[in-house]
């Protein structure tokens, strides 16, 4: 089956996944991978959410797995939100912000710091004394971990103020002893590649895992419970900002030095520079030398170094204006292209999957990446055989970017798709002017792992239990040869897959029953017809009682309902009429699936019963007015009928106009937490609802997830 690529299917598809071998392990003590394989996707899926913060959801394997532990740090809430900080990825994007922060071209001095890649604390210090060490979290609410800090030697625990003395400006007055009473400095904990290094030796030696790169051995360090496991992880600590310096202070750089002074370790390789000029070629000096340092980095930040300019521009929402991350490009690694498979997409396209020679890129290893198709391959001139660049952009999804020695690529022959499905032999087909080959056989079998796995999604009939792998093995095991064959499964059908324990496969019998009875839209999306979208599929819904009775609209009539235009109506009702679908909905129907519209899924408008036959016609075309609410009240579903509830302040909004949004988009409003509602909408100072929500394990989004929801930019979760 096909790695998704597009970041938010593939961390469905990775949470899917995760959550089987989850299941598997605790339902049937027979894990279904290693744990180095459940821990490279479990690491795919966190590099993803980091990489798509809105895309995070505390219903993650990610957010569970941790919990027990995470649980018992206590919660630090940060007087002052830790912040995030903006990115730049090219030096354009890097000559925009210095636009925004300095548009009159005034002299203007920064300080260039290496972007460190660990972890995000706050060390507060009374008297010189550090009190607590406190994880970013959520940027509001971190977590307790003093103890481990305590085991990076270079942490002071109590600061020398007048020590290192040096008559420096930022220092205090000459013989003082004067130490600010409180100080918050903030830094980074990271390991050094050296440390990782040797705590693998020592891990192999004892038969464990090898941790795969310094950021994420760090955050495992920094979350362990027991400080003596901490220390193992040979932790370091670079302070990189101070958030209270005295008055007399006036530079970040400056403020740096002080620190400095008074025994903390700080940021290295800091630099001061004067001009634009200077901030450039000192990034390309840290690119150029990134490999010879001994910790990992991604790229450059680049802060104003007067403190009363960086007041003045003051912070955006989750990050300061005053400072941005440059990021190095993405780095690649050279692998053999062993040979470029074909995986089938769900309405038979064939999209060419190069499979490597396993390869470290970043800490993950990587075996496979998707092409695109023939076109691209022959764009950057890959062939199987060759050496070539594997690239993760963004630190994200691998992709083969070019060959690695372009002078040898001649002695392999180019790829050609094939002529013949491989799957049924059936002759491939392409559309002229477009990219992308087809196997138009509906039945084709190569179709049926991503439909089946499309079926039991969570947008259509939300099976839970049955992810991926799941499927794929009921399939190879012959249960399944239509996705309407589910609602026939016995559970003695499913002991007899390997690794199905009993606990399993209650759940998944019981996510079977649950589906039974999911409402029609959920029903035509899962049929898997080509351009049968979510939109197309609750049109149909608000006008049909039943798959049959769409199935007896024409092309025409189609084409009156709203979202539908004559491509997608030409392609839905070919669909619907497919022998495949009849069967499914055969299977469907036989095996107990109501498949119609539920009276809580009942528009303000009429079925097709209820306006007559006619008056799809008249009711959806000509009568305007009707036409009209139809539209209205298909125009946003974006949060889909979910249950809502509001709490803490949200930026820039009233409670009442949040929860008006809510609904305008198709949700409904809860004013308390309940086991009937799906999601917690966390603003600032979120208090006992929040922790209900946790007890109630109730989905919690905050208020930028909840925003990019309502505007549809993620559609999951439904
Ligand atoms: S300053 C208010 N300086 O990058 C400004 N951050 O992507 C806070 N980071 O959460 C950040 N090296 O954990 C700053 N030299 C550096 C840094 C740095 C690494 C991390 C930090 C932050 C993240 C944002």
Redesign the pocket.
């Known amino acids: 089956m096909a790695t998704e690529t597009n970041p938010a299917r593939r961390i469905i598809q990775l949470r899917e996944e995760l959550e089987q071998h989850n299941q598997a392990y605790h339902g049937s003590d027979d894990p279904a991978v290693s744990d180095q394989e459940y821990d490279q996707l479990f690491q795919e899926l966190q590099q993803l959410e980091a990489a798509h913060p809105q895309l995070k959801s505390d219903l993650s394997p990610t957010g569970k797995v941790g919990a027990p532990a995470k649980n018992t740090f206590q919660q630090v809430r940060h007087e002052e939100p830790?912040?995030?900080?903006a990115?730049a990825h090219s030096e354009q994007d890097f000559r925009d912000w210095l636009k925004r922060v300095n548009p009159n071209n005034q002299p203007m001095a920064f300080t260039c710091?290496?972007?460190?890649?660990?972890?995000?604390v706050r060390l507060e210090y009374r008297n010189g004394v550090l009190q607590r060490a406190a994880t970013?979290g959520d940027g509001q609410v971190g977590e307790d971990v003093t103890n481990n800090l305590l085991t990076i030697p270079e942490v002071p625990r109590q600061l020398n103020w007048s020590r290192n003395y040096k008559g420096h400006p930022a220092d205090p007055e000459p013989g003082s002893t004067e130490c600010p009473e409180y100080l918050d400095v903030?830094g980074?904990v990271f390991m050094t590649k050296r440390s990782l290094k040797e705590v693998n030796v020592k891990r192999i030696a004892k038969g464990e895992p090898e941790l795969l790169n310094t950021r994420n051995a760090a955050a495992g360090g920094l979350r362990q419970l027991d400080p003596r496991e901490a220390r193992e992880r040979q932790l370091s600590f670079?302070a990189?900002?101070w958030r209270n310096p005295p008055a007399r202070v006036t530079g970040h750089h400056q403020g740096l030095q002080q620190l400095q002074h008074a025994g903390l370790p700080t940021?290295d390789r800091q630099f001061h520079c004067e001009t634009v000029d200077q901030v450039i070629r000192q990034f390309k000096q840290l690119q150029q030398d990134r490999q010879s340092l001994d910790y990992d980095?991604d790229g450059m930040?680049i802060?104003v170094d007067d403190l009363t300019t960086q007041n003045q521009l003051g912070n955006a929402s989750r990050?300061?204006r005053w400072?941005i991350?440059w990021k190095f490009p993405p780095e690649g690694a050279v692998t053999t292209l062993l040979d470029i498979e074909i995986s089938h997409g769900r309405f038979g396209r064939l999209t060419p999957v190069a499979v490597l020679s396993a390869v470290q890129l970043h800490g993950i290893t990587v075996r496979s990446a998707s092409l695109h198709n023939e076109e691209d391959i022959h764009r950057k001139n890959l062939r199987i055989g060759d050496k070539v660049v594997v690239e993760r952009a963004g630190d994200v999804i691998p992709q083969v970017t070019r060959p690695a020695n372009p002078v040898d690529t001649e002695n392999f022959p180019m790829f050609q798709m094939p002529a013949d499905c491989p799957s049924c032999g059936q002759k491939v087909t392409t559309v002229p002017g477009e990219v992308g080959h087809w196997c138009e056989n509906d039945d084709c079998p190569s179709r049926l792992p991503e439909q089946l796995t499309h079926f039991v999604g969570r947008s259509c009939m939300d099976i839970d239990g049955l992810g991926e792998t799941w499927c794929k093995l009921l399939i190879e095991h012959g249960l399944v040869s239509n996705p309407g064959d589910l609602y026939h499964l016995t559970r003695e059908q499913l002991l007899t897959l390997p690794r199905m324990g009993n606990s399993m496969a209650t759940r998944i019998l019981n996510g079977i029953e649950a589906s039974r009875h999911r409402p029609l839209n959920k029903v035509f999306y899962g049929l898997g017809i080509y351009r049968l979208g979510r939109d197309v599929s609750k049109t149909l819904m608000e006008v049909c009682s039943s798959v049959q009775q769409a199935q007896q609209l024409t092309v025409e009539q189609l084409t009156w309902l709203p979202n539908i235009g004559g491509t997608i109506a030409e392609a839905t009702q070919r669909g619907l009429q497919q022998p495949r679908v009849n069967h499914l909905l055969e299977r469907m129907a036989a095996g107990g699936a109501v498949m119609a519209k539920l009276p809580e899924d009942r528009p303000g408008y009429g079925t097709v019963e209820a306006t007559n036959q006619s008056a799809v016609q008249a009711g959806a075309a000509r009568n305007e007015e009707e036409k009209r609410t139809m539209e209205q009240s298909t125009q946003s579903r974006t949060l889909n009928g979910q249950t809502y509830v509001v709490t803490g302040k949200i930026e820039g909004y009233t409670r009442t106009e949040v929860e008006g949004l809510i609904q305008q988009h198709g949700g409904r409003v809860a004013s308390s937490v309940n086991k009937n509602v799906n999601w917690l909408v966390v603003g600032e100072k979120a208090g006992s609802k929040l922790k209900k929500a946790q007890q109630l394990d109730i989905g919690i989004m905050d208020a930028k997830t909840f925003f990019a929801h309502v505007e549809g930019r993620i559609n999951w979760p439904e």
């Not at 710091?113 to 995000?120: C, Q, S, T, V, Y």
């Open positions: 830790m912040l995030s900080l990115n710091e290496p972007k460190m890649d660990g972890l995000a970013r903030r980074e670079y990189y900002s940021v980095i930040v802060k990050e300061p400072a991350a």
